[in-house]
């Protein structure tokens, strides 16, 4: 009983796959941007390593109250800011947005993710797994929009989205990223900043004939994670 209690225990305080990674590349980056401006001051690196390794503590402590904490952060700073960048035509970080459909209201409701777009499928990786908003209102209606830079313009693409529960968010991350230096960013965001990922993928329609005859969610969820391209674990 007490190996159990002790190997429950280790367990718990074990950190999620990849936030130790994650973690240990934000600080370098932190600190390489501070060491690339000449007479730069120590004190930004020093708080930034100081949240990172918060975050890290917080998400072994308490995972739950870490996803409180940064989607309050995210949803009255950091998405906003980002919603109007994109909006006229600014986009620093190369982010997309996600338009889905409010579970309760019905009234569409839009989030920045992570540009993910590979051919015809997008894919998130959502950092707050199935606590995040916009994945529960992927499960309740797939019907979505993703605003897109195609040329020198933005277009909203619809598209049908599944949640993919059992597919490999780092492996599925590692592929998307694929050497992008953006797409490289925002992944370490993402570590830092989740608790429990997961993958959401998407399956454009470029010429807008999705509709209400497409396969239920949970179909898409055991079906989309085969499709595409393979995954190594």
Same mark, same amino acid.
Not at 41 to 55: G, H, K, N
Not at 59 to 68: D, Q
């Given at each position: 009983m007490d190996q159990y209690k002790r190997m429950g225990l280790? =367990?718990?305080?074990?950190?999620?796959?990849?936030?130790? /990674?994650g973690t240990v590349a934000a600080i370098a980056v932190a600190w390489t941007v501070s060491a690339l401006e000449p007479g730069s001051?120590?004190? &930004?690196?020093?708080?930034?390593?100081?949240?990172?390794?918060?975050?890290l503590a917080l998400?072994?402590? =308490?995972?739950?109250? *870490?996803? *409180?904490v940064v989607r309050t952060v995210q949803r009255w700073t950091i998405n906003p800011v980002m919603r109007a960048l994109v909006a006229i035509g600014l986009n620093p970080l190369g982010l997309a947005i996600l338009e889905t459909r409010g579970r309760r209201s019905g009234l569409p409701r839009r989030t920045p993710v992570g540009n993910g777009r590979k051919g015809e499928s997008f894919w998130i990786i959502a950092e707050h797994g199935l606590r995040a908003g916009y994945v529960q209102n992927v499960r309740a209606d797939p019907h979505v929009r993703v605003r897109l830079r195609v040329g020198l313009?933005?277009?909203?693409?619809?598209?049908?989205? /599944?949640v #993919?529960?059992?597919?490999? /968010?780092? &492996?599925?991350?590692r592929h998307i990223v694929a050497w992008h230096p953006l797409r490289a960013l925002n992944a370490i965001n993402?570590?830092? #900043?989740g608790a429990d990922l997961v993958?959401?993928?998407?399956?454009?329609?470029?010429?807008? *004939?999705?509709?209400? &005859?497409? *396969?239920?969610t949970r179909t898409l969820e055991s079906t989309e994670a085969r499709k595409d391209v393979p995954v190594n674990n």
């Open positions: 280790f =367990n718990r305080l074990t950190p999620p796959r990849g936030l130790v /990674a001051s120590s004190t &930004a690196p020093i708080v930034q390593s100081a949240i990172y390794l918060a975050l998400t072994v402590a =308490n995972p739950r109250l *870490k996803v *409180k313009r933005y277009r909203w693409i619809p598209g049908i989205a /599944a #993919l529960v059992d597919d490999d /968010a780092l &492996a599925r991350q993402v570590r830092v #900043l993958v959401v993928h998407v399956r454009l329609d470029w010429f807008g *004939k999705s509709d209400g &005859a497409v *396969k239920s």
